[in-house]
């Protein structure tokens, strides 16, 4: 190569095989993307683009002639959004869905990059673009304050993790921001690891970049001077952005922060509530214990009719006799708490056994705490089934037989299961 690699961890045959091959990918892919218009081929153009630039700057390449190619990158993302677009059917929110990932990200790329070599042109055009601006995502919030851009500030987030340290130096009071953008640097690799799944280092690795932490330089005057000694750091792009009139905020001024998830309610009231069983355990009246509050009976000649009509409508959860997975089961049961109009408690039990047998006594006492307990049909099946009445049901029901089905409390259901 006739550059310097900016790496020397990087295996250079590898590096440059990896060049000729998406060099080689968007020249196949950006005319079936421009002309033709192919859904497929526009998340391929998107991902490879942010890797060429990624390759390209560990290759040694001058910044200057990668700053030259931005205009044909930004134009690759505004058709490969066209073309996502109107396959998704025209909605503007399509971008937030899991599997636009890549096009996404090559979306963030772009603007990050863009916005440090000074092309601002670029990335106002982007976080404009009615598909971006739909994304809810508190970075693309910080983004468009940053150049200026009208934006309200998102309730939701799609990106959950995945850049909440940048988030937090952008947040930042002022007399922080200086350790906490040091902290992040020296972090972007365990993090990015995590979160973006960046490749570790390895005989075949051909660099990993953090050219998102140069923006945060610019936009503030912060000394990068510990920064340039993580080898992740981009030093020749942060020189070439000192001059090249990236937007400077404030000392004062702060972007939007991380997304928290709201706390769950103490308790999931129901919209209608249910009213105790009438009458003795009988089929009769535990098809009307297992209905839908509000819905029809659930016909049956027999229990096992019954109870596969009740899995069906989710008022009967089932889980695997071996193991269950906690969060799953506490999303279940609730669920089947708001369809039989019973309170749930809001945040589910913590540090649960996955065996059945010891988890599930812990998951009534759960459901315990706001009058509800949990009941299980002995049933010769590889599945555990289980259903939420009230307490006063409980009594009623629990430890009988019915139709020949017996009613397992949970204590029951772990002796018979041990």
């Known amino acids: 190569m006739a550059h310097t690699i900016r790496d020397d961890r990087i295996d250079s045959e590898e590096l440059e095989g990896y060049l000729d091959d998406v060099r080689a990918s968007i020249d196949q892919t950006r005319p079936r993307v421009r002309d033709r218009e192919l859904e497929l081929e526009a998340e391929t153009l998107c991902r490879d683009n942010t890797t060429l630039f990624t390759l390209r700057y560990a290759a040694g390449e001058a910044v200057q002639e990668l700053a030259d190619t931005l205009d044909e990158w930004g134009g690759d993302l505004l058709a490969s959004l066209q073309v996502r677009q109107k396959a998704a059917g025209g909605a503007a929110g399509f971008l937030a869905r899991s599997e636009e990932r890549s096009v996404l990200l090559s979306t963030i790329n772009?603007?990050?990059?863009?916005?440090?070599?000074?092309?601002?042109?670029?990335?106002?055009?982007?976080?404009?673009?009615?598909?971006?601006?739909?994304?809810?995502?508190?970075?693309?919030?910080?983004?468009?304050?940053?150049?200026?851009?009208?934006?309200?500030?998102?309730?939701?987030?799609?990106?959950v993790g995945a850049y909440d340290p940048w988030l937090a130096v952008a947040s930042a009071p002022a007399e922080r921001r200086q350790e906490t953008f040091d902290a992040y640097v020296r972090g972007w690799r365990a993090h990015n690891e995590n979160e973006r799944f960046i490749d570790p280092v390895s005989e075949y690795f051909t660099g990993a970049w953090a050219f998102e932490a140069v923006i945060l330089v610019q936009l503030w005057g912060l000394d990068d001077g510990l920064a340039?000694?993580?080898?992740?750091?981009?030093?020749?792009?942060?020189?070439?952005?000192?001059?090249?009139?990236?937007?400077?905020?404030?000392?004062?001024?702060?972007?939007?922060?991380?997304?928290?998830?709201?706390?769950?309610?103490?308790?999931?009231?129901?919209?209608?509530?249910?009213?105790?069983?009438?009458?003795?355990?009988?089929?009769?009246?535990?098809?009307?214990?297992?209905?839908?509050?509000?819905?029809?009976?659930l016909e049956a000649t027999d229990v096992d009719a019954l109870l596969d009509a009740a899995v069906v409508v989710g008022t009967v959860v089932t889980v695997d006799a071996r193991a269950l997975d906690p969060a799953d089961t506490a999303a279940l049961l609730q669920l089947a708490c708001r369809d039989l109009g019973l309170p749930a408690p809001g945040r589910g039990p913590s540090r649960l056994p996955k065996d059945p047998a010891k988890a599930l006594p812990k998951f009534d006492a759960w459901l315990a705490k706001v009058g509800v307990r949990l009941l299980s049909p002995a049933m010769d099946a590889d599945d555990l089934a289980f259903f939420p009445v009230l307490a006063e049901d409980y009594e009623t029901f629990g430890g009988h037989t019915v139709a020949g089905l017996r009613l397992r409390t949970m204590e029951q259901v772990a002796d018979d299961e041990s």
């Open 110 to 159: 772009l603007v990050f990059v863009a916005t440090s070599l000074g092309r601002a042109d670029i990335a106002t055009a982007v976080l404009s673009h009615p598909a971006v601006a739909a994304v809810p995502s508190r970075l693309f919030d910080a983004l468009a304050t940053a150049h200026g851009l009208a934006r309200p500030v998102s309730e939701s987030e799609v990106l």
């Open 228 to 297: 340039r000694d993580v080898p992740e750091y981009p030093v020749d792009l942060a020189d070439f952005a000192q001059d090249a009139g990236v937007p400077r905020l404030s000392a004062d001024t702060t972007l939007p922060g991380p997304w928290d998830e709201p706390a769950p309610p103490k308790v999931i009231e129901p919209q209608t509530a249910r009213e105790p069983a009438a009458g003795e355990p009988t089929l009769v009246t535990l098809s009307a214990l297992l209905a839908p509050v509000g819905g029809e009976r």
